[in-house]
């Protein structure tokens, strides 16, 4: 696409005016195709800057597994720049998209996470099988455990290595060390009240109880994530 055109139809992306880019496409057949100056397509980049009408109703000329330049897919980019309303709509479109890996060989929800976006990972984590996460040697779950750890979604981080608990002889010793490290990771290495502390103790105490065929490796995982 020539360079006034494109930015046409990104300025009617901009300001979500869909019948200025519906009406572009028409006039321009196979413009859906045609790639801005950032690599995206016109579903990529509205995915970007969070235009729900305009992904919905090019979803319907545009595959939605279609990639930019650099492997993303549309929900790649949602996860990227933490749309989740748009996020829910690709999935439900085509949920093959939560196991596309772009560049870095990323699936989305390692995107989100990686970017810091809480709502959307939790929203791509309750989607993506967890089977996914454990191609190849778990990559995508070392990956995604990594990603929680900088952004401190240890809720996350709990749960990958409480389903799967083959990957903790892989990456237990790393991430304890990393934890030993992090105070606020943990309720002793932060201010607790009497309460909070009585309350921490209890369900510390309460897991083991009705658990008692948890790897040890995972109770210490248990301690420090709780």
């Known amino acids: 696409m020539e360079r006034p055109q494109s930015l046409i139809v990104q300025n009617a992306v901009d300001k979500g005016d869909l019948n200025a880019v519906m009406d572009f496409l028409r006039r321009n057949p196979g413009a859906e195709k045609f790639r801005f100056g950032t690599g995206d397509t016109s579903l990529h980049y509205a995915a970007m800057v969070g235009k729900s009408n305009i992904v919905n109703a090019l979803l319907e000329c545009t595959p939605a597994v279609e990639k930019d330049l650099w492997d993303n897919t549309a929900l790649a980019r949602a ?42 990972t939790n929203f791509l984590y309750s989607e993506t099988p967890f089977e996914m996460l454990l191609w190849e040697n778990g990559k995508q779950a070392s990956k995604l455990l990594r990603c929680c750890f900088i952004s401190k979604r240890f809720d ?71």
Request: glycine share 4%.
């Open 79 to 120: 996860a990227q720049f933490g749309y989740t309303e748009i996020a829910k709509y690709l999935v439900s479109k085509d949920s093959s998209l939560l196991s596309m890996v772009n560049r870095l060989e990323d699936i989305p929800v390692v995107t989100a996470c990686r970017q810091g976006h809480k709502e959307v």
């Open 156 to 226: 996350i981080m709990l749960d990958v290595l409480h389903r799967g608990q083959s990957l903790i002889d892989q990456n237990w010793k790393d991430l304890l060390d990393r934890f030993a490290r992090t105070p606020t990771a943990f309720s002793s290495g932060s201010r607790l009240t009497f309460w909070q502390r009585w309350i921490y103790e209890c369900e510390y105490r309460l897991f083991f109880r009705f658990n008692p065929s948890i790897d040890p490796h995972f109770c210490l995982f248990y301690f420090f994530f709780s």
